[in-house]
């Protein structure tokens, strides 16, 4: 069993950052891929970043430039860190945890899921 916990979420305007972190419990690296997706609403959740066990990553093209997937395996977190943010980035941000051989866009072949954590960008 594996619990994610995000942290980081808030309020910001267009342009301006901020740095979401998804804490882990257990041993999660080495054993899961881990992904950033985010919910906006009355959309489906969507992939946003992506990290490998071997520390490979991946980003969706509407963030590649402007986030950065990072992880600390003595904290075991991963972070999400967003700069120019625009109001089309405000959504639920979720952290997952992935089993499978390399890594997934897709939501529902995540395994674990944190409860997720608000990011508003206001214009």
């Known amino acids: 069993q594996v619990q994610l916990v995000e942290s980081g979420g808030g309020l910001v305007q267009a342009g301006g950052s901020l740095r979401l972190s998804c804490a882990a419990s257990?041993?999660?690296?080495?054993?899961?891929?881990m992904g950033w997706f985010r919910q906006a609403p009355g959309k489906e959740r969507e992939f946003v970043a992506a990290i490998t066990r071997s520390g490979n990553i991946y980003y969706a093209d509407s963030v590649k430039g402007r986030f950065t997937i990072t992880q600390d395996n003595v904290k075991n977190t991963v972070d999400l860190q967003m700069i120019s943010l625009t109001p089309e980035d405000t959504a639920v941000y979720y952290c997952g945890a992935y089993s499978g051989s390399y890594y997934s866009r897709r939501q529902y072949e995540y395994s674990f899921w944190g409860q997720g954590t608000q990011v508003t960008v206001s214009s």
């Open positions: 257990g041993r999660t690296f080495g054993r899961y891929a």
